[in-house]
């Protein structure tokens, strides 16, 4: 008699959630966002939809929200114009909260509960590979904005595209070979790479140092430190010991900030000094190391809003007017320009079915895309073969300095600190 | 030989910081024999509030301790009542339970309010150091370490020169005891969460312009915190200085000599050594082990 | 009547009762929600191709393994440990490794995953000897992230931050997850049954003893080391394959994910929620707790929601329903279904003392009267506070020893040092012409050596029988897998009950007995050892006249039987008139030695103890 209450109890309590969860489940468009437009079907049929999860908090929440964005501008500029294969498009939203667990929940449901027609990527490497590991099992098109890690590339997925110029270990050659372009008596002699411990700022890293190592460039210092690292004093005192003439940094946002910073403290001014991710971060990076600690910090960044490429004014000033500011961030413009290419596969294909997925990525690696980053193409296994931009911070402003075509300032600041 | 000392100094300049911060945690682990894993939630949620202090009104965040420590006060003391006291008699396993679902909770209503991302106090002086001969002492962490020892000095005379103190101290060594002598062991031992709680709090403020801080930080800091109590003794509050001193300058020395990435390990490797080989620390008391009988 | 204990959710157990009311549960109730469950969980695939459910029930699956193994050394044997996430990580390296370096197919490196998990429990299981308590959870703690931060920085064998990327399986689309899903199920399946047999066997009623009072499971002969090992490599080695199958499924491994403390945090939270020392709590919390997780994921927004879930509920689970909710359900049905009934726990004892087919202890080799127990230059210091100072005395064999002296003289010490809870600071004891100073605890126990305590203590927990059944003469490998209640080991154990009189309450809760009633189970328990010397602390403390009377005849008795007694009391006309003869510890030294009339006269022993003045009143009458 007890035990048949027990049981009772029981199977009530554990069917529960199961029952909340699955009620919610059906409805849940309500934790997603959709985007401008009505879903009228006025223009040859019902939206269609794309999922996408970010992580809208969490570690990574300041891209994934800039890539949210990027990826809303387009859906309003699509909806706005004739639509995608004469249909409107309608973006579902997930938050994987930076967590990896989540983003693969998020990924199977947007595909096997929401049953969306086309999957865009999320933010970092780290999210990007389990997630792009449940598009590839579903036989799905992946296109991610943002997570250059080589290594993403290296699985052979035939789904997997990667919606910037190069991947990390490429992001510094352009810089690196105007380095070593230099006449004998400016070139540096010694280097140091200190680095956050991070999948996108090792290989840049890395991919520098081989060439500069090759070219005969002395490694003097090198060190790699975790990401909850919060006291940089000691690292830039270690890096001051060895004296090295340029200062190669890996760094996020933090810790970029906090590097320089430290620098600063300690009274340590390399002759060159290049760092990744932060100095693209605009006015934050201004106002958080100061005036003075930015001028000639070169770095890497992938786009520009003064770029002639096709679309970009357009998506500048459809960016301000709908999130205002004066700064676009260059994870909006990634966002974006994943949802270009994925719109000229889709276009050129002509379907969304789940059974053409595969023919949108074969087109893909088959052609060029024109984006707001510029041409972009892939080889085999998804990595872009394009060039990336090279950055510098001249007089309180970010400007491009390389490949000269696409330059906005003419002169490249040769010392750091000016 | 340069680098040498400069390293050394760096460390000792922390560990006057840590110093404080760990304080709190020891005295609290003394009197009720509950490790606070919270602890470390509560040294952020402080820097936090000296954050959003700073932003809006500009205050400098060591001024600002004079605001956070009684709010930190006041918060430990309510927290006490509200969940811990049930607890106390309670096997220990249970505490570090409730205590770490506090941290747990605490994190996730930070990240709700102040968000996920860095954040760090700019304060003018930040940037700007002591030259002593090659020596450099960053300013921050000058100020910062002075204050700590201040602070930590208040809490010296608090307890040895105060009833309330010595009550505090008296129910550390026997709870027994002190309550036939007049002390209100229950209400001390909400005094004392609260207490060190608001050491914590001033150790907040000093924390925020010293390094950028988010809410998953916290993990690092009771890392370190139960690594510096466990080197010192659990209990003894001159244990947790000499302790945090030499982790302070264990971290910096490992950064310097072995690498960054291995520094974080400093404190779990001195958990681990000082609890096999000598469970009481350096300056813990042997108890009695029968005592419970 | 089933017993009240925390096995009470455990119904395949054997009723431990006289053959004659043993009942086979039949496949009542709980079995059959047990099927069904089991039954939903194996068709779904079949059912549904909802990609979203089948992740789900991998994950709840994953998290009912963790809670599962957690809770043999957590629910049963009372070790917290914060550390589990490390097995889900090494398991996971383990498999990424393999297959990526070594090659093959990565399930075919699950299995091996299990045994680096165990190997790594084993690790625990030996830390875990030196420590307990608070020292053991921080060391779990820092035992995790110091692996996280090897895994991070060992990049040349774990790539690092950048993770491992393990190939796609080959298997056709149609086939979903099948394969991960089925794989965790079968795993989850091994650790109930490991789980199931553990509880059913002295292994299980052993760690159970060592949650409710580890030193006293160690006085009567429970192998405590080796019990903590084993109990943390049972709650490894599944998570540590659950941990590989789990990697293969992300099909991405990398040190933050894999070590994460929260995973620790959610496995703890799912074994507290569903019930801690119950078999199916861990299961049905794991399965309330992931998609209680979804929710908080999909419906509110993330990380931070996430966090207040987790961090809330386990605070009102540690603060309202600290023992989960089987077991509450439980005792709050039991409540209402024995409401009203009066208690055992007041009637009075009498009855004839018979001491039945008992064996005879076994045989020593000492002659009678020459020394069973040696103890020389005992001295045991407590920072500068001697408790012992260089005592040195003979316990004879087949004598009733009485150990005497005022408070603070080292008496209790002295027991501490002889059975082992404490390590002296310098000198020697002897037993049976063998120095045992050196032993642990549940070697002296096995060989003949037992104790009761002062304040007494019993496993809680646990009923009466389960009370005496507990202790064990000798340790092997093979007795692990025993069944914990053996039908002669019943019957002995009633036998010894009805010797102290406490038969009828062989059933109750040991934790709601008397003071009084309490003392004769200790009794009891301790003759299940078929001890050579007895070690009774203050046997007459604390109860009332006519069990005092009792206690003495039950010493007598047994002595006649030819078991050696050696009693600390501070009731004079108990000791004076039992014992024969008298030890006397003053300042922690022996002062004196002797008869008790000698001893009673002796100026020494007026001086330190006595008191000049001392008169005995009437001796206990006690038939000789």
Redesign the interface.
């Known amino acids: 008699m007890?035990?048949?209450?027990?049981?009772a109890?029981?199977?009530v309590?554990?069917a529960l959630?199961?029952l909340?969860?699955a009620g919610?489940?059906s409805g849940?468009d309500?934790?997603s966002d959709g985007g401008g437009g009505g879903s009228s079907s006025k223009q040859g049929g019902p939206p269609i939809k794309i999922g996408a999860s970010l992580p809208?908090?969490?570690?990574f929440?300041?891209p994934g929200k800039a890539a949210q964005q990027g990826y809303r501008v387009w859906e309003s500029t699509i909806n706005e114009g004739d639509g995608l294969l004469g249909r409107k498009v309608k973006f579902t939203f997930?938050?994987?909260?930076?967590?990896?667990?989540?983003v693969?929940?998020?990924y199977?449901?947007l595909?096997?509960?929401n049953k969306v027609d086309l999957l865009a990527g999320t933010f970092s490497?780290?999210l990007n590979?389990?997630a792009s590991?449940v598009a590839?099992?579903?036989?799905m098109l992946y296109v991610e904005p943002a997570g250059g890690?080589p290594?993403?590339f290296?699985?052979?997925?035939k789904h997997l595209f990667f919606a910037q110029q190069a991947t990390a270990d490429k992001q510094g050659d352009v810089w690196a070979e105007w380095v070593l372009g230099l006449p004998e008596d400016k070139r540096p002699k010694t280097a140091a790479y200190p680095t956050l411990?991070?999948?996108f700022a090792?290989?840049v890293l890395e991919g520098i140092r081989e060439k500069f190592e090759a070219a005969g460039i002395k490694t003097v210092q090198k060190?790699?430190?975790?990401?909850?690292?919060?006291?940089f004093?000691?690292?830039a005192?270690?890096v001051k010991?060895k004296n090295p003439d340029v200062v190669v940094h890996g760094a996020t946002?933090?810790d970029g900030?906090?590097f320089v910073?430290a620098m600063?403290?300690?009274?340590f001014k390399p002759k060159m000094f290049f760092e990744t991710s932060a100095p693209s971060f605009g006015d934050q990076y201004i106002k958080?190391v100061?005036k003075d600690a930015t001028e000639g910090v070169f770095y890497a960044v992938s786009h520009t809003p003064e770029a002639q490429t096709p679309g970009n004014e357009e998506f500048v000033a459809k960016y301000k007017e709908m999130f205002g500011g004066t700064e676009v961030p260059e994870d909006a413009a990634d966002a974006f320009a994943t949802a270009q290419v994925i719109q000229a596969a889709v276009e050129a294909v002509g379907s969304v079915e789940r059974k053409d997925q595969t023919k949108l990525a074969d087109w893909l690696r088959d052609n060029k895309v024109d984006t707001i980053l510029g041409p972009l193409s892939w080889d085999e296994a998804g990595r872009p073969e394009g060039e990336f931009l090279i950055g510098q911070w001249q007089d309180g402003k970010p400007e491009v300095v390389l490949p000269k075509d696409v330059a906005t300032s003419d002169k490249i600041v040769e010392k750091y600190g000016g | 030989m340069t680098e040498f000392l400069q390293t050394i100094i760096l460390g000792l300049l922390i560990g006057g910081v840590y110093a404080l911060l760990a304080a709190g945690l020891t005295l609290i682990f003394g009197v009720m024999n509950v490790i606070n894993v919270a602890h470390g939630a509560f040294l952020i949620l402080a820097a936090f509030v000296t954050w959003t202090l700073w932003d809006a009104t500009g205050l400098d965040p060591l001024l600002a301790v004079i605001v956070t420590t009684p709010l930190m006060f006041g918060f430990g003391w309510l927290l006490y009542n509200a969940t811990i006291r049930p607890i106390r008699k309670a096997p220990p396993s249970s505490s570090v339970l409730l205590t770490f679902s506090l941290a747990l909770v605490i994190e996730g209503v930070m990240g709700l309010v102040w968000g996920n991302t860095s954040h760090a106090v700019r304060t003018p002086y930040f940037d700007q150091s002591f030259d002593v001969g090659d020596l450099f002492l960053p300013k921050s962490q000058v100020y910062g370490c002075l204050l700590a020892v201040g602070v930590l000095a208040g809490l010296w005379g608090f307890l040895t020169k105060t009833w309330t103190g010595r009550a505090i101290r008296a129910s550390a060594v026997n709870p027994q005891g002190a309550e036939l002598v007049g002390v209100n062991v229950a209400a001390v031992a909400a005094m004392t969460f609260a207490v060190g709680v608001a050491v914590t709090g001033a150790g907040g403020s000093i924390v925020s312009v010293l390094y950028p801080f988010l809410p998953g930080s916290h993990y690092v800091w009771i890392s370190r915190l139960l690594g510096i109590i466990v080197l010192g003794g659990m209990g003894s509050l001159p244990g947790a200085v000499v302790g945090a001193l030499l982790l302070g300058v264990g971290e910096t020395m490992t950064t310097t000599y072995v690498g960054p990435e291995w520094a974080t390990a400093v404190p779990f490797v001195v958990i681990f050594v000082v609890l096999l080989l000598r469970p009481q620390g350096l300056l813990g008391a042997r108890l009695r082990e029968d005592v419970a009988l | 009547m089933k017993p009240a204990s925390a096995s009470a959710a455990e119904t395949s157990v054997d009723a431990p009762a006289p053959a004659s009311s043993r009942r086979r549960l039949p496949l009542g109730g709980w079995g059959l929600l047990v099927l069904a469950g089991a039954a939903f969980l194996i068709a779904f695939p079949f059912a549904s191709d909802d990609l979203f459910w089948q992740n789900m029930i991998i994950l709840s699956t994953l998290f009912a393994i963790g809670a599962v193994g957690l809770n043999i050394i957590s629910g049963w044997g009372g070790y917290i440990s914060l550390g589990q996430s490390a097995f889900v990580g090494v398991g996971a390296y383990t498999v990424g490794l393999g297959a990526l370096k070594i090659g093959g197919d990565p399930f075919v490196w699950v299995p091996v995953a299990g045994l680096v998990a165990g190997l790594l429990a084993l690790l625990m299981g030996l830390i875990a000897m030196r420590t307990r308590g608070h020292s053991f959870v921080i060391l779990t703690i820092g035992f995790l992230f110091l692996l996280q931060l090897i895994a991070i920085n060992w990049d040349e064998l774990t790539n690092g931050t950048q993770g491992l990327s393990l190939p796609i399986p080959m298997w056709d689309i149609a086939y979903q997850y099948w394969p991960f899903y089925y794989a965790l199920l079968a795993i989850l399946g091994l650790a109930l049954l490991t789980a199931w047999r553990i509880r059913r066997t002295k292994f299980g009623t052993g760690l159970i003893a060592m949650r409710e009072d580890e030193d006293k499971a160690a006085t009567v002969g429970v192998n405590t080391p080796v019990y903590k090992m084993l109990g943390f490599v049972a709650s490894g080695v599944f998570l540590g394959m659950a941990g590989g199958v789990y990697a293969y499924y992300l099909a991405f491994i990398d040190p933050r994910g894999m070590f994460d403390i929260v995973i620790s945090v959610q496995i703890i939270l799912c074994m507290l929620l569903g019930g801690r020392g119950t078999l199916w709590g861990p299961v049905l919390g794991a399965f309330l707790i992931e998609p209680l997780n979804e929710l908080a994921n999909q419906q509110m927004g993330g990380g931070n929601s996430r966090l207040l879930i987790f961090g809330g509920l386990m605070a009102l689970v540690v603060l309202f329903l600290p023992r989960g909710i089987i077991p509450t359900l439980q005792e709050r049905l039991t409540a209402r279904r024995t409401r009203g009934q009066a208690g055992l726990v007041g009637a009075r004892l009498d009855g004839p003392l018979v001491i039945g087919e008992r064996t005879a202890p076994a045989q020593t080799t000492v002659a009678p009267g020459a020394p069973l127990l040696e103890v020389t230059g005992l001295s045991k210091h407590f920072g500068g506070i001697k408790a012992l100072d260089d005592a040195s005395f003979t316990v004879p064999q087949g004598s009733i020893t009485a150990l005497i002296g005022p408070n603070g003289s080292g008496k209790t010490t002295a027991f501490n040092l002889i059975d082992g809870t404490m390590t002296a600071s310098a000198g020697e004891v002897w037993l049976e012409g063998r120095r045992i100073d050196g032993f642990p605890p549940y070697r002296r126990a096995h060989m003949g050596l037992a104790r009761t305590f002062q304040i007494t203590r019993l496993f809680r927990e646990m009923t009466v029988l389960e009370n005496v059944v507990a202790p064990l003469r000798s340790f092997s490998w093979r007795q692990l897998n025993a069944s914990a209640i053996r039908g002669d080991e019943a019957a002995r154990a009633e036998e010894l009950l009805t010797f102290v009189g406490m038969e009828r309450f062989r059933d109750q809760q040991a934790g709601a007995l008397s003071y009084g009633q309490q003392k004769l189970v200790e009794l009891a328990q301790v003759l299940m050892l078929d001890p050579k010397l007895i070690l009774l602390d203050e046997p007459a403390g604390g109860i009332n006249p006519t069990l005092i009377a009792r206690m003495g005849e039950m010493i007598r008795t047994l002595n006649r039987q030819g078991t050696t007694f050696l009693i600390v009391e501070h009731n004079m006309p108990f000791v004076l008139g039992l014992c024969d003869p008298v030890l006397v510890l003053a300042r922690g030294a022996c002062i004196c030695e002797g008869a008790p009339d000698h001893v009673q006269k002796d100026p020494r022993v007026l001086d330190a103890y006595l008191g000049e003045d001392f008169v005995l009143e009437d001796a206990v009458e006690v038939a000789r």
Do not use: H
Request: overall charge negative.
């Open positions: 007890v035990r048949k209450w027990l049981v109890l029981c199977v309590l554990w959630p199961m909340v969860v919610c489940g849940d309500g934790g809208l908090t969490g570690e929440s300041e997930r938050d994987d909260a930076s967590d990896q667990n989540t693969v929940s998020d199977t449901s595909i096997s509960r490497s780290l590979i389990p590991t590839e099992r579903n036989r890690a290594e993403i290296d699985r052979g997925y411990d991070d999948p090792v290989p060190s790699t430190y975790p990401a909850d690292t919060s006291n004093d000691s690292i005192n270690a010991g946002f933090a900030v906090g910073r600063k403290k300690v009274g958080g100061g």
